[in-house]
C-alpha cells in the first residue's frame, strides 16, 4: 500500500495564552474523507493550518507529505530550514482550501478566481474548472464578480477554485457556517461529489456533525481539556 498523502505524528502548537494543540498522528489516503468535529475554541482551524501547512508548529516527531506523483516529502524539515518558498510550492501545488467565507478575491470574477491556481503553476488550459462550475450551477455566473453572486454562490465558486489545479488534498474550514440549513447541505453535497469525483482526499472542518455524517464524512474529534487548555487530535491512516 503507498504511503498516506499527510502522515503527521505528535505535532504541536502553543499559544501565548496557554492553550496547546497536540496532533498525536494523523493520516489521510486519496479517497478518504474526513471531519474535524469538535466544540468551539477546541482547535480545530488550527489543526487545519497545520495540515495545510499554512502554520509552524512548535514541535514535531514527523510530518510527511507524499503526493502521489512524488516520493516522500520531509516537511518538518523545511520548516525547521525556514524553507517558506518551498512550503508554499508546496500548498499551491498539492492543496485546494475552502474558506469560511470563500476568501474569493474581490477584484476578479468567479472565472479569474477559479484559475488563479493553475496559471501560478503554470498549467496549461482550464482544466476542470468549467465543467466543476456547472456542476455546482454557477457556470452562467462565472463573469460575475463576487459581490455580484450571493454567499452560496460565492462558497461553490470556491469550491471550483479549490479544485481547478486538480490538487490531491482538498482542505475546507467552516464551508457551511454562514449559509442557511439548504445552502449548507448543498454546498457539502457539492464538495463532496467533486472531490470524491477527482479522487481527492477531503478534510472538512466543522461544527456541524450531524452535516458531517449525513454525507459519509469521518469523525475525527478534536478533544479539548479545559483544566490544562490542551486540545489533542489522533487519526492514524488506515
Not at 70 to 90: F, Y
Request: aromatic letters at 4%; charged letters at 25%; glycine letters at 10%.
Amino acid at each position: 500500500m503507498s504511503a498516506p498523502l499527510i502522515d503527521f505524528r505528535q505535532v504541536e502548537r502553543r499559544r501565548g495564552d496557554g492553550f496547546r494543540l497536540r496532533v498525536e498522528a494523523f493520516g489521510i489516503r486519496a479517497g478518504e474523507r474526513l471531519a474535524i468535529v469538535g466544540a468551539s475554541g477546541s482547535g480545530k482551524s488550527t489543526c487545519l493550518d497545520l495540515l495545510a501547512l499554512t502554520l509552524r508548529p512548535d514541535a514535531a516527531t514527523a510530518m510527511k507529505l507524499s503526493p502521489a506523483q512524488g516520493g516522500s516529502i520531509d516537511v518538518q524539515a523545511l520548516w525547521q530550514k525556514d524553507g517558506r518558498s518551498a512550503l508554499a510550492n508546496l500548498r499551491a501545488r498539492h492543496f485546494g482550501y475552502v474558506l469560511q467565507t470563500g476568501g474569493l478575491a474581490p477584484f476578479l470574477t468567479l472565472a479569474e478566481n477559479a484559475m488563479l491556481s493553475r496559471r501560478l503553476l503554470g498549467l496549461p488550459g482550464r482544466g476542470p474548472a468549467e465543467k466543476l462550475a456547472e456542476q455546482l450551477g454557477i457556470g452562467h455566473l462565472m463573469r460575475r464578480k463576487p459581490r455580484q453572486v450571493s454567499i452560496g454562490e460565492r462558497q461553490r465558486a470556491a469550491v471550483v477554485r479549490a479544485l481547478a489545479h486538480e490538487p490531491p488534498i482538498v482542505l475546507a474550514d467552516e464551508p457551511t457556517a454562514s449559509l442557511d440549513q439548504s445552502n449548507a447541505e448543498d454546498v457539502m453535497r457539492l464538495l463532496v461529489e467533486a472531490a470524491t469525483g477527482a479522487g481527492a482526499a477531503l478534510i472538512v472542518v466543522t461544527h456541524d456533525r450531524e452535516l458531517a455524517d449525513e454525507f459519509g464524512l469521518e469523525a475525527v474529534e478534536c478533544h479539548h481539556d479545559p483544566g490544562t487548555r490542551t486540545s489533542t487530535v489522533d487519526r492514524r491512516a488506515a
